[in-house]
T-cell receptor, first 113, second 114 residues
């Protein structure tokens, strides 16, 4: 059941450059999307979200872009910092409010100094 | 900043034994979830809970699993007779109002079934 896919298992970026993490989904009923960051032995930490009525949401160094027609979203981190090194999960839900999240497989980001 | 807490951080048990995983959600949150992540796999939904009732459960959440909110603060997941394949990280999550879908996760309990 691959409703949410992150096709890049890993990404390496130099400090100060842009990191772009991608996510694709197949279920057109999804209308709320989130990005979580996860360090080893910790729970997922919420980063940023976007509703399907928007195509962009920005919070500091993090921007999420949503292309509904392509069923694709991306997370941009600018500038990347070594502390951003973690596994990033894309998640999606149907409707709004009290809905289960469907997660992608994650992308491991390594930001080198 | 308030956070979701989980105990224990690591639980080792023998196959067939019962385990109870405990969570304390963020205090003003109303919606609660359990997810699990088997090593190397994606985080997957188990169950959602609101107003002292299960709202939705996945096919993983069979009769061996149960959830309870025994008091105003704790939220527990019980596995009655553990199997080897129950070995995973179990994450509790809570959501404030059910409007924004922003779920906040605890640090997880690593369950190892021998």
């Amino acid at each position: 059941d691959q409703q949410v896919k992150q096709n890049s298992p890993s990404l390496s970026v130099q400090e100060g450059r842009i990191s772009i993490l991608n996510c694709d989904y197949t279920n057109s009923m999804f209308d709320y999307f989130l990005w979580y960051k996860k360090y080893p032995a910790e729970g997922p930490t919420f980063l940023i979200s976007i509703s399907s009525i928007k195509d962009k949401n920005e919070d500091g160094r993090f921007t999420v872009f949503l292309n509904k027609s392509a069923k694709h979203l991306s997370l941009h981190i600018v500038p990347s910092q070594p502390g951003d090194s973690a596994v990033y999960f894309c998640a999606a839900s149907k409707n709004t409010g009290f809905q289960k999240l469907v997660f992608g497989t994650g992308t491991r980001l390594l930001v080198s100094p | 900043e308030p956070e979701v807490t989980q105990t224990p951080s690591h639980q080792v048990t023998q196959m067939g034994q019962e385990v109870i995983l405990r969570c304390v959600p963020i205090s003003n949150h109303l919606y609660f979830y359990w997810y699990r992540q088997i090593l190397g796999q994606k985080v997957e939904f188990l169950v959602s809970f609101y107003n002292n009732e299960i709202s939705e459960k996945s096919e993983i959440f069979d009769d061996q699993f149960s959830v309870e909110r025994p008091d105003g603060s704790n939220f527990t997941l019980k596995i009655r007779s553990t199997k080897l394949e129950d070995s995973a990280m179990y994450f509790c999550a809570s959501e404030p109002s059910g409007i924004t879908d922003t779920q906040y996760f605890g640090p997880g309990t690593r369950l190892t079934v021998l």
